[in-house]
């Protein structure tokens, strides 16, 4: 009985901190959308003179080397991760979009948008 009530208390502690968790990786996303829609109107038509190259761009377990443009990946790109993942293409908004192509770490290759 005691057994039961412990592992009820666990799962009920576990779905909580899982939700907190969710929570904060979502306000961590709005907050980045908040900061990059400050930075770049996505309605205005990019000026390519404002793009820089930067070379090995430290990310969260990332690298990313190519084109910025107010410190967001926007423009021809590779990122590799830490796991050895790598994309290589073109990026919008700092989000991968267009043609690119995508090396999983099992050797599986991806070519596309």
């Known amino acids: 009985?005691?057994?039961?009530?412990l592992a009820e208390q666990i799962d009920l502690l576990t779905n909580l901190i899982v939700y907190e968790l969710v929570?904060?990786?979502m306000q961590i996303q709005i907050t980045k959308l908040v900061y990059y829609s400050n930075k770049?109107?996505?309605f205005e038509v990019i000026d390519d003179s404002k793009k820089?190259?930067?070379?090995?761009?430290?990310?969260?377990?990332?690298?990313?080397?190519?084109?910025?443009?107010?410190?967001?990946?926007?423009g021809v790109g590779t990122q590799i991760w830490e796991d050895g993942a790598r994309y290589e293409g073109e990026w919008k908004y700092d989000r991968a979009c267009g043609y690119g192509t995508f090396y999983h770490v099992d050797g599986d290759i991806y070519k596309g948008t």
């Not at 190259?53 to 910025?68: H, Q």
């Open 1 to 5: 009985m005691i057994i039961e009530k």
């Open 23 to 25: 929570n904060l990786q």
């Open 40 to 42: 770049i109107d996505p």
């Open 52 to 74: 820089e190259k930067v070379e090995n761009y430290k990310l969260d377990n990332a690298e990313y080397t190519g084109e910025m443009i107010c410190g967001i990946r926007h």
